[in-house]
């Protein structure tokens, strides 16, 4: 398997295909049922009654982001992670939690502060973080950090 390789798992059949990033614009195939893969490319809303399928399917890297529309480092954060999301489509998908709405995650996670960030890997949580780092910059190498990291 090539480093530029990208695990996607079908929608339909579940198995699990390595496509190269290049070709992850040309509406690449399950090579087992032919569905075509597709990958998300920006943050979408977690949901109760799917998030624990989405988290244990995703083989890749998955952050949670918690936000609240009253939190000013909310809103410098999450144009960091839209972009992130679309740059790293494939490596990294991020479901999205916005507190002021749902507090079935924000009691289940425990969240007190927002944003908070929560990371899973193939499924596994790794690390979590409360709070915006002083500088934004960080926030965004820590998690391409987290997307790089491959031994766990
Ligand atoms: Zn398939």
Redesign the pocket.
């Known amino acids: 398997m090539s480093e530029r390789a990208i695990k996607i798992r ?6 699990l ?1 390595r496509v190269e990033e290049p070709k992850l614009g040309s509406s690449p195939r ?6 075509e893969l597709t990958v998300p490319r920006q943050p979408a809303y977690a949901r109760q009654d799917t998030f624990d399928r989405e988290v244990s399917y995703w083989p890749e890297t998955l952050l949670v982001m918690f936000t609240s529309n009253a939190s000013v480092y909310c809103r410098i954060a999450e144009p960091l992670i839209s972009d992130l999301a679309a740059r790293r489509a494939g490596k990294l998908k991020v479901l999205k939690v916005d507190v002021d709405d749902d507090s079935y995650f924000k009691e289940r996670f425990k969240v007190t502060e927002t944003p908070a960030f929560l990371v899973f890997k193939a499924g596994e949580f790794v690390i979590r973080m409360d709070g915006l780092m002083k500088d934004k910059s960080e926030l965004v190498q820590w998690v391409e950090n987290l997307i790089n990291y491959t031994s766990y």
Do not use: I
């Open positions: 079908c929608s339909n059949c579940l198995v295909n399950c090579g087992s049922c032919k569905t």
